[in-house]
């Protein structure tokens, strides 16, 4: 079943007559809001030829990443049970049993697999145009989006890099993303680079195509890094640069030395221009894993807005806002943390041990339950409010997968939704989760159990469900095999949305399919609800309200949506149903006229303490639909103390 425990009360109260179970998020001022920005020159660029003419380039030897895992079995017995035979038909997988309502399945195939060298893929995955990009350690593949035919590869990542020069051409280190630039229309990669012995120097290697075509040309660049081992680097797209974060570990004990964070030169970048240095701040020890917010749809956010880094904090997530100044580099900040209180969680696997079981042996999987998961996922709606979609694997006996929807994230930010996914006794984690143009999420991972080897699966919601739950779990694929000889799994998987429906989601992620290590498999597939339409008949603006905390029995000022009828005919309006603590008023009557609009008046006054959620459906007429759902969401606190006394005294000690 869905569980969703209540959301925590106020961090402290320091005041007498502060409501009781007052949620609110908490600016705090640390170290990192103060550190000076310090820059990073790019070291070289160039435009490469066409990737389809480029010879690939050959393997190469695992290198001193700590990605390679110290548990696995020796190399030779790995080796010997790597498998080349491609899982290419339904009869050799068990395919989807149990489907979300309404979602129509599209592709589900296979991946890049493994080489033999790497105990984890980090298997990533984007949408654009016409093609779909898989990157894994340490190959990728371009494929055909609607027929998933295979256009290009596999081919080893450096070879993007021929002719470059240095580690980003003779290495091939791995931690990869591969995400697409739904604005510019162009594919950015990225990995990082170092020498054979694993030491400094180190460098960030990022890649931008000239187009939507991947097999096509490329701008290149190399940007230094500090002499510190740059492990799990990832990269958002935001207009105003490509936003990255790595965790900083000593180069030769791994252990850890904070995040950074960095903004790169995004316009040059895309010209084939020189670069300007990458503008980076360091974090504290204490912050590590941060996730920059990753830009979906096709609405930009407002002017001037900062991009969001979010991560994991205790019973709360940590936000900054980074502000890049490209002109005045000294007028660069990255502010934060504000601490966004959630539900009561414990991290999977204690946060940085081992517990995920799989059926027919005793070697437990790493939960990855220490951080957010790729990726933080932004969208801007029609009606001006903001979204950012998160989620991570928490320890709910077994493991679940949290998921987020924060709300107004540049102001005081909301949690508007959130949930613990575990439906039933197996172990859920890796999640990826992401959002489309009507606000329906999805969500999708890794599950197994002592009676279960590992699967791919996924669940999905759509904007007008009830807030914070998710439908039924659909299956991508059922392992038959195993993770033997090491406790690696991960470390990410890739949920991503169509760029030109703004309604497909594609999801990749690993799968063992026989029995071994360094031999994992990877899985590609895409679904829709059918529901999700550029053309709404009807819109609601906005789908959703969020009223704050009031105190049991206090009715909160009123907040209003607006129903539009974007038909050519009139729209019918059967019956008006709130739920929940909630009531409205409007003005729509039994009928809209063609084109016409109407207002709805609501108010919040809670009969209980806690998170209370409603809706407020309306049933009509309206083709391809039979109702519109606004969600509604507030706190209830306790009554409000008053105080009898104008003034209080108090005798000395």
Same mark, same amino acid.
């Given at each position: 079943?869905?569980?969703?425990?209540?959301?925590?009360?106020?961090?402290?109260?320091?005041?007498?007559?502060?409501?009781?179970?007052?949620?609110?998020?908490?600016?705090?001022?640390?170290?990192?809001s103060s550190n000076q920005m310090r820059s990073y020159p790019e070291v070289k660029h160039k435009t490469t030829i066409p990737l389809r003419d480029m010879k690939p380039a050959s393997p190469h030897a695992a290198s001193a990443d700590p990605d390679n895992d110290a548990d696995a079995a020796p190399r030779q017995t790995l080796v010997s049970r790597h498998s080349t035979a491609r899982v290419a038909s339904p009869s050799t997988v068990r395919r989807a049993s149990l489907a979300p309502a309404n979602v129509s399945s599209g592709l589900n195939m296979e991946g890049v697999e493994a080489d033999g060298t790497r105990a984890t893929p980090d298997t990533v995955g984007a949408v654009g145009a016409t093609q779909y990009v898989q990157w894994v350690n340490l190959q990728f593949e371009v494929f055909d989006k609607s027929s998933g035919s295979l256009i290009h590869g596999p081919i080893y990542g450096n070879t993007l890099w021929t002719g470059f020069g240095g580690p980003c051409e003779t290495s091939d280190n791995g931690d990869i993303v591969a995400e697409y630039d739904k604005v510019a229309k162009v594919w950015v990669m990225s990995q990082h680079a170092y020498g054979s012995s694993g030491g400094a120097p180190y460098y960030l290697c990022v890649a931008v195509s000239t187009s939507s075509d991947a097999t096509g040309t490329w701008n290149l660049y190399a940007f230094t890094l500090p002499n510190n081992f740059p492990d799990y680097p990832k990269l958002a797209v935001w207009p105003d640069?490509?936003?990255?974060?790595?965790?900083?570990?000593?180069?030769?004990?791994?252990?850890?030395?904070?995040?950074?964070?960095?903004?790169?030169?995004?316009?040059?970048? $895309?010209? *084939?221009?020189?670069?300007? !240095?990458?503008?980076?701040?360091?974090?504290?020890?204490?912050?590590? &894993?941060?996730?920059?917010?990753? $830009?979906? *749809?096709?609405?930009?956010? !407002?002017?001037?807005?900062?991009?969001?880094?979010?991560?994991?904090? &205790?019973?709360?997530?940590?936000?900054?806002q980074f502000h890049v100044d490209w002109q005045t580099p000294a007028n660069t900040t990255f502010n934060g943390p504000t601490v966004v209180p959630v539900s009561t969680f414990l991290k999977a696997c204690g946060g940085s041990s081992t517990c995920v079981p799989q059926v027919g042996t005793s070697q437990l999987l790493d939960g990855l339950g220490d951080r957010l998961m790729f990726r933080v996922a932004y969208r801007h709606f029609a009606d001006g409010h903001e979204s950012l979609v998160a989620s991570h694997s928490v320890s709910s006996s077994p493991s679940g997968i949290r998921w987020y929807e924060i709300q107004n994230p540049a102001g005081t930010p909301e949690v508007f939704q959130e949930s613990t996914f575990s439906p039933d006794s197996s172990w859920r984690w890796m999640p990826s989760i992401a959002m489309d143009q009507m606000?329906?999420?999805?969500?999708?991972?890794?599950?197994?159990?002592?009676?279960?080897?590992?699967?791919?699966?996924?669940?999905?919601?759509?904007?007008?469900d009830p807030l914070d739950t998710m439908e039924s779990e659909n299956s991508i694929v059922e392992g038959p095999g195993t993770e033997q000889g090491s406790n690696r799994w991960g470390d990410y998987s890739s949920m991503s949305v169509d760029p030109v429906d703004d309604c497909t989601f594609f999801y990749t992620n690993q799968y063992q399919s026989e029995t071994g290590s360094y031999n994992w498999h990877t899985r590609i597939a895409s679904f829709k609800f059918p529901s999700c339409t550029s053309n709404p008949p009807v819109t609601l603006s906005p789908e959703g309200l969020f009223f704050g905390a009031y105190a049991v029995g206090v009715t909160s000022p009123t907040q209003t949506f607006t129903l539009t009828n974007k038909q050519s005919v009139a729209l019918n309006i059967s019956a008006i149903t709130p739920s929940g603590d909630f009531a409205q008023t409007n003005t729509c009557g039994s009928s809209v006229a063609a084109q016409g609009t109407c207002t709805f008046t609501v108010s919040f006054t809670p009969t209980a303490q806690g998170t209370r959620t409603g809706q407020v459906v309306i049933s009509d007429d309206a083709a391809g639909s039979a109702q519109q759902v606004v969600n509604l969401t507030g706190t209830g606190g306790g009554p409000v103390v008053p105080l009898n006394e104008t003034s209080l005294s108090f005798e000395a000690l």
């Open positions: 079943m869905n569980s969703k425990s209540l959301r925590p009360k106020g961090r402290a109260f320091r005041a007498i007559l502060l409501r009781a179970g007052l949620l609110m998020a908490v600016p705090l001022l640390s170290q990192d640069a490509y936003y990255i974060s790595i965790n900083e570990q000593n180069p030769t004990t791994f252990a850890n030395l904070g995040g950074l964070v960095c903004a790169l030169d995004r316009l040059d970048m $895309l010209a *084939g221009a020189t670069a300007l !240095p990458a503008q980076c701040f360091q974090m504290p020890v204490t912050y590590q &894993s941060l996730l920059p917010s990753d $830009l979906d *749809g096709t609405i930009l956010p !407002p002017i001037g807005s900062p991009n969001y880094f979010l991560d994991l904090g &205790s019973n709360s997530l940590n936000l900054w606000g329906d999420i999805a969500l999708g991972y890794s599950v197994s159990s002592s009676s279960m080897a590992p699967a791919i699966r996924y669940t999905a919601r759509l904007q007008s």
